[in-house]
């Protein structure tokens, strides 16, 4: 078992084709409803009230550097406002050939454009609060009470100042090798804590990468990314950093469905010839007997985790699921094993790992779940195929042992399903292991005679 996620527009099934093909099983994954095949939007809205600093205009002077959105004047009786930051010359420019309305002027490599004779209300002094600027008695432009984004601080991961960061997975024209490509949303805000709408537009479509491919827009107070290359682009929002707060993939579809499906994912599109590149995996499978306990726990299994990294571990034992974490990864992970400084039980029915920003996507999703109710790939079967069989015995006080009663049912089977009840009988108590006779007979099962292998480590 594993929880997958589905960014894309498209809906998923994976279809899981078996030997005795008794049933067809299928695992759905619908696409995400937050976006089409080419746009998708934030979820999420801003959170922080800014409330603007007052300011007056200042003082035209001579190799000054001025700031987009920045006021001088009056001058001769008007107000100019910089439409285009810069250094101000070493004489003043022609103000008098900018005297009219929305006029503009060149001095050195500002630009300044008449703002009339209303002096401004309050104005910022960067480019980085589009709600604080106020021009006369109306805003410009009109932001209406648009709240900010905090992209302060590290993510849930861990990632030192993470929270500003994108990070958009793209394949262009060939689906098969995907860009994993990360943008600083901060960088035209004037503090991460305090991030509109636009500063993220301005920062992705100023990036040359970004803007080869994609564009953003503000829409009431949201991100929106669009393709500029429609039907030519397959993408996705990581789940990291800034997505935790925009929600990208709010609206993204979530499965607990086997690690079959693994060979679906987009980041696994080129092992394997049939992937349809349609998933994200998001928690991953801990092999039986792979944990060694101790105040330092190491976990052998394959990853791709960095030292730091936040990450929660589920373990199941005796039918009862412990969540450890989110704790960081210690030492030097390998591709085959990591550790974490928590003591975690060496012996389990079954255990999985996500990182930290995962297991909260899985907790906030319309599945009501956690990492801790993940199943076993044999439970995912829910008893519907044939071809994998359990059995349990009880035996009797001969040496060696001769089974009496053995139950055989579908793996995944629960309590109220058919199972084979097959009753040995022996002539005496010798070490005869052949039955006088044999009975085959129908029986339903109950809790009690599946949970000795529901809790037991069956393995890989």
């Given at each position: 078992?594993?929880?997958?996620?589905?960014?894309?527009?498209?809906?998923?099934?994976?279809?899981?084709?078996?030997?005795?093909?008794?049933?067809?099983?299928?695992?759905?994954?619908?696409?995400?409803?937050?976006?089409?095949a080419d746009m998708v939007y934030a979820f999420n809205k801003g959170t922080v009230n800014y409330t603007p600093p007052a300011y007056s205009p200042v003082t035209w002077a001579a190799g000054t550097a001025f700031y987009q959105n920045q006021w001088v004047g009056?001058?001769?009786?008007?107000?100019?406002?910089?439409?285009?930051?810069?250094?101000?010359?070493?004489?003043?420019?022609?103000?008098?050939?900018?005297?009219?309305?929305?006029?503009?002027?060149?001095d050195n490599t500002v630009t300044w454009t008449n703002m009339g004779t209303v002096a401004p209300l309050s104005v910022s002094t960067t480019n980085a609060t589009p709600s604080a600027l106020v021009l006369g008695n109306k805003p410009y432009p009109s932001y209406g009470n648009e709240l900010a984004y905090n992209l302060s601080g590290n993510d849930s991961n861990g990632t030192t100042n993470g929270r500003k960061l994108l990070t958009i997975n793209f394949a262009y024209k060939n689906f098969n090798q995907?860009?994993?490509?990360?943008?600083?949303?901060?960088?035209?805000?004037?503090?991460?804590?305090?991030?509109f709408a636009d500063d993220m537009v301005n920062a992705l479509n100023a990036d040359a990468v970004f803007s080869t491919y994609f564009t953003a827009a503000n829409k009431e107070g949201r991100l929106v990314i669009s393709s500029l290359k429609p039907g030519q682009t397959h993408f996705y929002i990581q789940n990291s950093g800034a997505e935790e707060i925009l929600g990208f993939n709010q609206r993204a579809s979530y499965g607990d469905i086997p690690t079959y499906f693994a060979r679906d994912t987009a980041l696994n599109v080129l092992n394997y010839n049939n992937s349809s590149g349609s998933l994200v995996q998001l928690s991953f499978k801990i092999p039986a007997a792979s944990i060694s306990a101790g105040a330092t726990s190491t976990i052998?299994?394959?990853?791709?985790?960095?030292?730091?990294?936040?990450?929660?571990?589920?373990?199941?034992?005796?039918?009862?699921?412990?969540?450890?974490?989110?704790?960081?990864?210690?030492?030097?992970?390998?591709?085959?094993?990591?550790?974490?400084?928590?003591?975690?039980?060496?012996?389990?029915?079954?255990?999985?790992?996500?990182?930290?920003i995962d297991a909260n996507f899985i907790a906030q999703s319309t599945l009501g779940v956690t990492l801790a109710n993940g199943q076993d790939d044999w439970k995912l079967l829910k008893g519907r195929s044939g071809l994998f069989q359990f059995q349990s015995s009880t035996f009797d006080g001969n040496s060696p042992p001769r089974p009496l009663v053995t139950l055989t049912y579908p793996a995944g089977a629960i309590a109220g399903d058919l199972a084979m009840k097959t009753v040995n009988n022996y002539a005496n108590s010798g070490t005869g292991s052949t039955p006088t006779w044999q009975a085959q007979v129908p029986y339903t099962l109950t809790a009690a005679d599946i949970n000795t292998i529901a809790n037991a480590n069956i393995g890989t």
């Open positions: 078992m594993a929880f997958f996620q589905n960014p894309f527009f498209e809906d998923y099934t994976g279809s899981w084709v078996l030997g005795d093909r008794q049933q067809s099983l299928s695992y759905p994954v619908k696409g995400n409803q937050g976006r089409s009056p001058i001769s009786g008007y107000y100019y406002f910089c439409s285009a930051a810069g250094t101000s010359g070493t004489t003043a420019p022609a103000w008098a050939s900018a005297t009219t309305l929305n006029s503009t002027v060149t995907y860009v994993s490509y990360a943008i600083d949303l901060t960088s035209t805000a004037a503090s991460a804590a305090t991030v052998t299994c394959p990853n791709n985790l960095t030292a730091g990294t936040n990450v929660v571990i589920a373990q199941t034992v005796s039918g009862t699921t412990t969540l450890f974490g989110p704790t960081p990864v210690t030492g030097t992970p390998s591709s085959t094993s990591f550790q974490v400084g928590v003591n975690i039980p060496g012996t389990y029915a079954y255990a999985f790992w996500a990182r930290a």
